[in-house]
């Protein structure tokens, strides 16, 4: 059996920014190797069994929760995550997984802000979160943008530091727990925790 950690994204910018990471960090495996631009939850399902095939312990799925919020697309998010969440065992052979789900409100995109700034704004939609992380940092959400800049890289050097967006996303979390909210929090810190990176 594989320690070994698997990441799914739910599309290019999860794809593209894991991939900036591994250039400092390789203690996991990014799937899928390209993915699609928009992945259904269903692709996010078939990615899992994939992983689950490969025999991964640790697989972690980072969710934008932007798009799922209300109707359909909440409840089948839900529904997904109660039926897979947590730890299993495959009795035949005896090999053990643990499923985790890495929400971020409203989408990646908080991550990278936090890189700059701490917030507790709540953002009507990813535009507006989109036109703030460019106050601190020129951003483009597209495959040209992503494909001309390592991402991680990039934020850092523009004045972005990656430790202070772990500890304002371990903050988000504090807060959310405490207040109740449901708008921009992200959970990222506790995925790099599980990679051995936790924030100086």
Same mark, same amino acid.
């Not at 259904?40 to 640790?58: G, T, V």
């Not at 799922?68 to 909440?74: C, L, S």
């Not at 409840?75 to 929400?103: A, C, D, P, S």
């Not at 701490?118 to 106050?135: A, H, I, V």
């Given at each position: 059996?594989?320690?070994?950690?698997?990441?799914?994204?739910?599309?290019?910018?999860?794809?593209?920014?894991?991939?900036?990471?591994?250039?400092?960090?390789?203690?996991?495996?990014?799937?899928?190797?390209?993915?699609?631009?928009?992945?259904?939850?269903?692709?996010?399902?078939?990615?899992?069994?994939? =992983?689950?095939?490969?025999?991964?312990?640790?697989?972690?799925?980072?969710?934008?929760?932007?798009?799922?919020?209300?109707?359909?697309? $909440?409840?089948?998010?839900?529904?997904?995550?109660? #039926?897979?969440?947590?730890?299993?065992?495959?009795? $035949?052979?005896?090999?053990?997984?643990?499923?985790?789900?890495?929400?971020?409100? $409203?989408?990646?995109?908080?991550?990278?802000?936090?890189?700059?700034?701490?917030?507790?704004?709540?953002?009507?939609?990813?535009?507006?979160?989109?036109?703030?992380?460019?106050?601190?940092?020129?951003?483009?959400?597209?495959?040209?943008?992503?494909?001309?800049?390592?991402?991680?890289?990039?934020?850092?050097?523009?004045?972005?530091?990656?430790?202070?967006?772990?500890?304002? =996303?371990?903050?988000?979390?504090?807060?959310?727990?405490?207040?109740? #909210?449901?708008?921009?929090?992200?959970?990222?810190?506790?995925?790099?925790? =599980?990679?051995?990176?936790?924030?100086?």
């Amino acid at each position: 059996m594989k320690e070994a950690i698997a990441v799914i994204g739910e599309g290019i910018t999860e794809y593209y920014f894991f991939n900036s990471i591994k250039d400092e960090y390789r203690q996991f495996n990014l799937k899928p190797s390209y993915p699609k631009h928009s992945s259904s939850q269903k692709d996010l399902e078939k990615e899992i069994n994939k =992983a689950i095939e490969m025999e991964y312990s640790q697989i972690f799925c980072v969710i934008d929760m932007d798009n799922k919020k209300e109707g359909k697309e $909440r409840q089948t998010y839900e529904n997904l995550k109660r #039926r897979l969440q947590g730890k299993h065992t495959v009795k $035949r052979t005896g090999y053990q997984y643990e499923i985790h789900f890495i929400e971020t409100e $409203r989408c990646t995109e908080l991550f990278f802000l936090f890189y700059f700034a701490y917030t507790t704004k709540c953002y009507g939609n990813q535009t507006e979160l989109l036109n703030e992380l460019n106050k601190h940092c020129p951003y483009d959400k597209s495959e040209k943008f992503f494909r001309s800049h390592a991402l991680h890289q990039y934020f850092q050097q523009n004045g972005g530091n990656f430790m202070q967006a772990l500890r304002n =996303a371990a903050k988000s979390m504090k807060e959310k727990e405490k207040s109740g #909210r449901d708008y921009t929090y992200s959970q990222m810190a506790e995925l790099f925790e =599980a990679l051995g990176i936790k924030a100086e």
